[in-house]
C-alpha cells in the first residue's frame, strides 16, 4: 500500500465529521492486487460462482423449511407475548434464503423480520399478525416458492398487515 | 461490467466471517467461484480480531450478528483500533433484515459497503469491483472513522461553506470539465485587437 495523502479538513459549521477532521487518500492492496493483469472473465466468474452456490441449495432449502417448522411450532406454544426467538429463527431464514431466488418466500420472511422488529420497537405486539405471516410462509413453501397470483395476494395482505403495525 | 472484461482476485487474501456456518459455506463457494485462490472463513468476529492482529487481509465480508461481537462492533474496532494501514481494509457488509436500532449504526460504523440480501454473485462481484476503483476518502474524526460516506460529491451544501480545501462555492459545485490551463486563461483576459 503507498504512503497515503493526508489532507486536514478547514474548521467550518458544515454538518458532518466537524472540526479537526482529516481525509486520506488511500489506494487499497485489494485495487493494486486486481490492477494486475490476468485474473477471469466477468462471464466465467458468474459460471463458476452459480454452479458452486447451486451444490448447496438442496441443504440451504432443509435448512429454511426447518426454520418455518420452528416458527410454526413457536407460534403453536403462543404467539401472544414478545418473544425475541421469533426474530432470531427468521432472520437466521432469511440469511440463507438470500443466496438463492426464493422469490415471495424471501419477501414473506422479510415482512415477518420488519413486523417483529416493529412491533417490539414500539411495544405494541399483535399475535395475529405473527401467526398469519408464518401462515403466509408455510402456503408459500409448500407452493414450491413460485410467484402466483396467490403469492402475490398473500404479500399484498401481509405488506397490509405490516403497514398496520407501522401506523 | 461487460461479460468479456476480466477481474483478476487470484493475488487477494479474503477474510470472511459469518456466524451461520451453513452462510458462510455458501460465501466461501461464491468467492471461490471469484478466483479467490485464498480465503480465510471464520464463524465470529473475535476470531477475527485474533486473527488480524497477526497477519493483513485485502478485503473482509461479514454478515455476523453475534451479541459478543457483532458486524457493526467489528468494523467500529477495525477503523479505529488497528493501525494504519490495516484500518483501511475494505469491509463489505452482507445483511439480510437490518433492524431499525441498526440503520443508523450501519451509515456510522465505517463499511465499506452494504450489501442487503438476497444477493447474486454477480451483484457481490459488482461492489468489490466498485470497492477496487472506490474513491473515496479515509476519514478519521472524533465521530466517525470510514470511507468518506458522501460517494457522490456534489460540493458543500446550499449557504454552507465547504471544509475541505479543494472544496468549492456550494453555487458553483464540482467541476465538470479539467481545470483550463493558466496560458488559455490568460488569454481570454489579454486585450486584443478588434478587427473592425
Known amino acids: 500500500m503507498t504512503k497515503p495523502v493526508t489532507t486536514t479538513i478547514s474548521a467550518g459549521s458544515a454538518v458532518g465529521e466537524g472540526e479537526g477532521a482529516t481525509a486520506v487518500k488511500v489506494v487499497s492492496s485489494l485495487s493494486k492486487k486486481m490492477a494486475e493483469p490476468g485474473g477471469l472473465t466477468v462471464a466465467d466468474i458468474e459460471r463458476r460462482s452459480k454452479e458452486r452456490l447451486l451444490s448447496h441449495k438442496a441443504d440451504a432449502m432443509r435448512s429454511v423449511e426447518a426454520a418455518v417448522a420452528e416458527l410454526e411450532q413457536r407460534v403453536g406454544v403462543g404467539a401472544d407475548h414478545p418473544d425475541e426467538a421469533f426474530y432470531l429463527t427468521a432472520s437466521k431464514m432469511l440469511d440463507v434464503a438470500g443466496f438463492f431466488d426464493t422469490g415471495p418466500l424471501y419477501d414473506a420472511g422479510y415482512s415477518l423480520c420488519e413486523l417483529l422488529d416493529v412491533m417490539q420497537t414500539s411495544g405494541q405486539w399483535n399475535g395475529d399478525s ?5 401462515r403466509a410462509l408455510r402456503m408459500i413453501l409448500n407452493a414450491g416458492c413460485e410467484t402466483t397470483p396467490q403469492s402475490a395476494s398473500l404479500l399484498s395482505g401481509l405488506k397490509a398487515l405490516l403497514d398496520h403495525a407501522r401506523a | 461490467m461487460n461479460k468479456d472484461d476480466r477481474v483478476n482476485l487470484e ?29 480465510i472463513k471464520l464463524t465470529s468476529a ?21 451479541p459478543e461481537m457483532d458486524s457493526y462492533a467489528f468494523t467500529r474496532w477495525l477503523r479505529r483500533e488497528t493501525p494504519a494501514p490495516m484500518k483501511y481494509t475494505p469491509v463489505i457488509m452482507v445483511t439480510g433484515h437490518a433492524s431499525q436500532s441498526k440503520v443508523r449504526e450501519g ?14 454473485p454477480n451483484v457481490l462481484l459488482k461492489r468489490v469491483v466498485w470497492l477496487a476503483m472506490d474513491g473515496r476518502e479515509f476519514i478519521e474524526c472524533p465521530t466517525y472513522v470510514g ?11 446550499m449557504g454552507e461553506k465547504g471544509r475541505r480545501a479543494g472544496d468549492l462555492s456550494a453555487h458553483i459545485g464540482i467541476a465538470k470539465e479539467a481545470n483550463m490551463e493558466q496560458a488559455d486563461i490568460d488569454a481570454l483576459l489579454k486585450p486584443q485587437k478588434v478587427q473592425l
Open chain 2, 46 to 66: 473475535t476470531a477475527a480480531v485474533k486473527l488480524l492482529r497477526e497477519r493483513s487481509v485485502d478485503l473482509i465480508i461479514i454478515d455476523c450478528a453475534d
Open chain 2, 147 to 157: 470511507p468518506d460516506r458522501r460517494v457522490r460529491n456534489f460540493g458543500p451544501p
Open chain 1, 130 to 134: 405473527v401467526r398469519v405471516h408464518v
Open chain 2, 107 to 120: 451509515r456510522d460504523c465505517g463499511v465499506s459497503f452494504v450489501v442487503v440480501k438476497p444477493i447474486t
Open chain 2, 11 to 39: 493475488h487477494s487474501s479474503v477474510l470472511l466471517i459469518d456466524d451461520n456456518q451453513q452462510a458462510l459455506d455458501m460465501l466461501g463457494s461464491v468467492v471461490q467461484g471469484f478466483g479467490v485462490r485464498e480465503q
